[in-house]
């Protein structure tokens, strides 16, 4: 998904408005019916978080997404040079951290050539704003203690699966061990997607009850070959149209359940309420409020 930088304006936006309104589990994200604008609105996901209050990615973005009432959170995972999951969306460190301050020998600023500890002393916040400094970069591990805390759902991303060989049984470990694989969270509070094909298959193979999502808009011939192995089509939103919505949605998934369509990242109302009428499932959106409330 797209990078985003902060403006002063996202940092001193005004948040109205504190009303939940999320569909409960991944069912209605991932397993229902196609939306219809006379039953229920599209499911809102936090896109990284609020990011568009709180620096992406980060343990203060998911809790924003909390205060504003929003129970699904998205996040991008990748590799350390060590092998730990973390949280970000670059696979460069240096658009949303201070890494050139803290570490200006380095010849490269790659995700992969940093260890967890190294990344551990970067600042994640101020580049978003003053009152974010210091804000660190979450593993896997401490973002997913947070979402449990927050009782929230997780649509998680595996970023660049072709930079990262192994990364996605790598994330089902850590989704298991961290309690994230049993049946309560596998049925309400899980999704897992990526751009890359394989890497979603490879999900699926390896934990077929798990809901799998691809990022992409495949030709319409294409769909049936997707359906075999994953749940929802999640393109972004100027490939969306109603001919390609009614498409996805005459397809049943890989666990037998109605393909779904959520769209990103949708940061405005007019597009908002355009998508929802085309009859998408999900958005995914930086402000989620401003989606909720031409939505609902």
């Known amino acids: 998904m797209y990078a985003r930088t902060a403006t002063a304006a996202f940092v001193a936006a005004a948040v109205v408005g504190t009303g939940a309104f999320l569909m409960s589990g991944t069912e209605a994200l991932a397993a229902s019916g196609p939306a219809d604008a006379k039953q229920s609105p599209p499911v809102v996901i936090a896109h990284r978080g609020a990011s568009a209050y709180a620096p992406e990615n980060t343990l203060p973005a998911i809790d924003k997404a909390r205060a504003l009432g929003f129970d699904w959170v998205e996040n991008d995972v990748q590799f350390t040079k060590d092998g730990v999951l973390v949280v970000m969306h670059d696979t460069d460190l240096r658009r949303t951290t201070d890494v050139e301050e803290v570490f200006p020998?380095?010849?490269?600023?790659?995700?992969k050539d940093f260890t967890a500890k190294e990344i551990s002393k970067?600042?994640?916040?101020?580049?978003?704003?003053?009152?974010?400094?210091?804000?660190?970069v979450p593993t896997l591990k401490q973002y997913l203690k947070r979402v449990e805390r927050n009782r929230q759902k997780l649509l998680l991303e595996?970023?660049?699966?072709?930079?990262?060989?192994?990364?996605?049984?790598?994330t089902l470990r850590v989704l298991r061990q961290n309690g994230w694989l049993d049946r309560a969270h596998v049925k309400n509070r899980l999704v897992v997607q990526s751009f890359g094909a394989d890497s979603v298959k490879k999900v699926h193979q390896l934990r077929p009850d798990v809901t799998t999502g691809f990022l992409g808009t495949?030709?319409?011939?294409?769909?049936?070959?997707?359906?075999?192995?994953?749940?929802?089509?999640?393109?972004?939103?100027?490939?969306?149209?109603?001919?390609?919505?009614?498409?996805?949605?005459?397809?049943?998934?890989?666990?037998?359940?109605?393909?779904q369509v959520n769209t990103w990242?949708?940061?405005?109302?007019?597009?908002?309420?355009?998508?929802?009428?085309?009859?998408?499932?999900?958005?995914?959106?930086?402000?989620?409020?401003?989606?909720?409330d031409a939505t609902r």
């Open 265 to 292: 990242t949708v940061n405005d109302a007019a597009t908002a309420t355009k998508l929802a009428g085309l009859g998408v499932d999900g958005i995914i959106t930086n402000n989620p409020d401003v989606v909720r």
């Open 218 to 259: 495949p030709a319409v011939a294409d769909l049936p070959s997707y359906a075999a192995f994953t749940d929802q089509i999640n393109p972004s939103h100027p490939s969306v149209s109603a001919d390609y919505v009614a498409a996805v949605h005459a397809l049943k998934g890989a666990h037998g359940k109605k393909l």
């Open 105 to 111: 020998g380095r010849a490269s600023w790659g995700v």
């Open 158 to 170: 595996i970023k660049s699966p072709e930079l990262y060989p192994g990364i996605e049984k790598e």
């Open 122 to 136: 970067l600042d994640a916040g101020s580049w978003f704003g003053p009152q974010f400094a210091g804000t660190k």
